[in-house]
């Protein structure tokens, strides 16, 4: 006998509607607290396509609609044109598990292990204040 697949972590959280209520706090959350005047500065003034982006990526990423990967762009390459430090990728990271620790209806270990996961990738998009050496 056959055991089903265990549901994604895209229908353990609720699907759409979850997803999109996170990137809505997470992009909230930067406009308005000054501990992330810079990663908010790298952005434009409308976060309407931003927050579009991040939540058909987060859709796909968890296991839903993968409409965002389709697309064949590899979100890394997207954000090379930016200069990304560690201290930006910090501010993203934590700002991200702030929104998700925030969310009371999200498993804390599903939620634990989507912050940890989201802020190593941040980290991995560090391209700026780096030393030769550590590139080389």
Not at 51 to 71: I, M, N, V
Request: charged share 20%; with cysteine; hydrophobic share 45%.
């Amino acid at each position: 006998m056959n055991a089903a697949a265990p549901p994604s972590p895209y229908v353990r959280i609720g699907g759409e509607p979850v997803v999109r209520a996170i990137v809505d706090r997470f992009y909230d959350l930067i406009e308005r607290d000054a501990a992330y005047a810079g990663l908010r500065a790298l952005h434009g003034a409308d976060l309407g396509p931003v927050r579009h982006g991040l939540t058909r990526f987060l859709a796909g990423w968890l296991g839903g609609p993968r409409d965002w990967f389709e697309r064949g762009q590899c979100v890394m390459s997207l954000h090379r044109a930016f200069p990304i430090s560690s201290d930006l990728a910090d501010q993203w990271a934590s700002a991200m598990t702030c929104t998700i620790a925030g969310d009371a209806t999200l498993d804390p270990k599903l939620g634990d292990a989507m912050a940890e996961a989201l802020g190593h990738m941040a980290r991995g998009m560090i391209n700026f204040g780096l030393a030769k050496s550590a590139v080389a």
